[in-house]
């Protein structure tokens, strides 16, 4: 087993072993992720929606994981495979002439068992059931975005929280102050950063506020959240 079979089946195990949306499983699955984004092979398309069929395509893996089973001797290659497997119809749907038609409710839709419908889904089709349903989507949607947002905070890729410092203090960084503040439970107080980085607390506080919370406000819309976040 190469370096990357042995990140990947270790990450695997750790999101597997760990409560959905604990602080462990969340941390597992921001490695593993990204981890998947770097993966030979991983499916790629010039469409420029392409993110958002990738972000789908990761959401998903983030569901259904445990249900990952390696049919090669490469982890890494058998991962990709199943993942392109889901990752393709998402690429396929952005050329889709439908793709921005309204949902209908009796579209037929793949289930394990076969085929159905949304309004069939819903045990007792009454407007209460049609809100539980509105409802449940909108909470998945957050969580997504939520990921995504961690995912982001970790990365970092364009490099915006980082260099994003007050005057000859990078160490205080937006991305640093985000994993602190945003990413760790309980979340460190700026009185015991101030004592860490020593640096004055109205510093830290200032550059937060005016800085780094409008940042992460900006990346979380870019991503669908249309809420205002309280990090």
């Not at 991983?42 to 390696?70: C, D, G, M």
């Not at 690429?91 to 839709?109: F, G, R, T, W």
């Not at 364009?158 to 991305?175: H, T, V």
């Amino acid at each position: 087993m190469d370096d990357l079979d042995g990140r990947l089946s270790a990450l695997i195990a750790e999101v597997r072993h760990n409560p959905a949306n604990s602080r462990k499983w969340r941390s597992a699955m921001h490695k593993l992720l990204w981890e998947i984004q770097q993966l030979p092979g991983l499916k790629k398309s010039a469409h420029q929606n392409y993110p958002a069929a990738l972000n789908l395509t990761l959401e998903w893996v983030s569901r259904e994981i445990a249900k990952f089973e390696p049919r090669q001797s490469s982890v890494s290659k058998s991962l990709v495979n199943w993942i392109n497997g889901y990752l393709s119809w998402r690429i396929q749907d952005l050329y889709s002439p439908d793709k921005d038609a309204p949902i209908s409710l009796d579209a037929p839709i793949a289930v394990d068992a076969g085929e159905t419908t949304r309004l069939e889904l819903l045990s007792d089709f009454t407007l209460s059931g049609l809100d539980g349903m509105i409802e449940s989507v909108q909470k998945e949607t957050t969580q997504r975005i939520g990921l995504q947002l961690e995912l982001y905070i970790e990365q970092d890729p364009e490099g915006k929280l980082k260099n994003s410092y007050p005057d000859s203090k990078p160490e205080c960084n937006c991305q640093f102050l985000s994993k602190r503040r945003v990413l760790k439970d309980p979340p460190d107080k700026f009185k015991n950063l101030e004592k860490e980085l020593n640096v004055k607390y109205t510093t830290l506080h200032s550059h937060w506020k005016r800085k780094c919370e409008p940042s992460l406000q900006e990346i979380a819309r870019t991503l669908g959240y249309k809420q205002e976040l309280k990090p």
